[in-house]
């Protein structure tokens, strides 16, 4: 499979300076969103086959990339809240 040359930019972005968006409560939407969508992709890439599956303790298998998924959603539907560093003000915060 053939990855368009803006993937690894956009994933080592989404990887090192979005969660400093999303901690220091500046752009923490779109911080999360890329987050989320960087999931996404990991999962989908690196870990379809474990998908349904379970571990040997009978939890979900990717119980850690589901938690950072929807943790992203939640942050992206939320928002940071009104001790961020940008405020409860803008649509990005």
Not at 14 to 30: D, E, F, T
Not at 45 to 66: C, I, M, P, R
Request: charged letters at 5%; hydrophobic letters at 55%; one cysteine or more.
């Amino acid at each position: 499979m053939a990855c368009p040359a803006s993937s690894p930019i956009s994933s080592t972005w989404a990887k090192s300076s979005a969660p400093l968006l999303v901690i220091l409560g500046i752009y923490s939407r779109l911080g999360a969103l890329f987050i989320f969508l960087n999931m996404i992709v990991a999962i989908l890439l690196a870990h379809a086959g474990q998908l349904f599956s379970t571990n040997q303790q009978g939890g979900w298998a990717l119980e850690l990339q589901g938690m950072f998924l929807f943790g992203a959603l939640a942050v992206a539907f939320m928002g940071a809240g009104r001790f961020s560093l940008g405020g409860s003000g803008g649509r990005w915060n």
